[in-house]
Structure formats: C-alpha cells, structure tokens
Nanobody, 118 residues
C-alpha cells in the first residue's frame, strides 16, 4: 500500500521560509517522479513543481527562484524548500507521485497546511 505523508507545514510571517517534507512508503521511491501541488481555499489545485528520478526538477514560473525541490532517495523523501514566502502562498500543500513522466499523478498525500501572515 502506497503512502505519502507530508510534514513541515505551519504558520510563518511573510518573508520567512519553510521546508516541507514528503516521505513515501510502499513504492520504489527512486523510480518515481515526485510532485508538489497546492490548493488555497476557494481556488483550484495548482502545480508547484516536480522532481523526476534522473532528469532534474521543474518549478512553476510564479514560484521559480523562491521554491526549490529536492529528494533523498535513501530516505524516500522529497522536499519543498520555500523562501521569501508571501501571504498568497497560503494553501494546503500536497505531494504526489507517478511512475512515468506525463502520466496522471496516481498517489497523493493528505496535505499539510501552510499559512503565511502579513
């Protein structure tokens, strides 16, 4: 049974930083493309970025330069480092996994709340 568990969310002031973690179990982590998404209240889910097994990372243009994605295959964990946070970054952040680039994200975590105060 595949499980993705996010952690690291919380309340932070604008301009601050947070690092989210997502630990996976039940899959061959190093083979999976791992993604981050977010959903603010009343808004659609938004793609944040992803890190493929061997071909690097991609971050949405609106977050590029502030957000960084990395992974530690030994720990089955993917990270989302968020710097220079803004109130607009307030959302529930989810990690997801897929085996093949370009296919549907088929496993999702439960999400972790990030709140940025002004």
């Amino acid at each position: 049974q595949v499980q993705l568990v996010e952690s690291g969310g919380g309340l932070v002031q604008a301009g601050g930083s947070l690092r989210l973690s997502c630990t996976a179990s039940g899959l061959t982590f190093r083979s999976y493309d791992m993604g981050w998404f977010r959903q603010a209240s009343g808004r659609e889910r938004e793609f944040v970025g992803h890190i493929a097994p061997y071909t690097g990372t991609s971050v949405a243009d609106s977050m590029k330069g502030r957000f960084t994605i990395s992974r530690d295959n030994a720990l089955n964990t993917v990270y989302l480092q968020m710097n220079s946070l803004k109130p607009d970054d307030t959302a529930v952040y989810y990690c997801a996994s897929r085996l093949t680039y370009g296919t549907l994200w088929n496993y999702w975590g439960q999400g972790t709340q990030v709140t940025v105060s002004s």
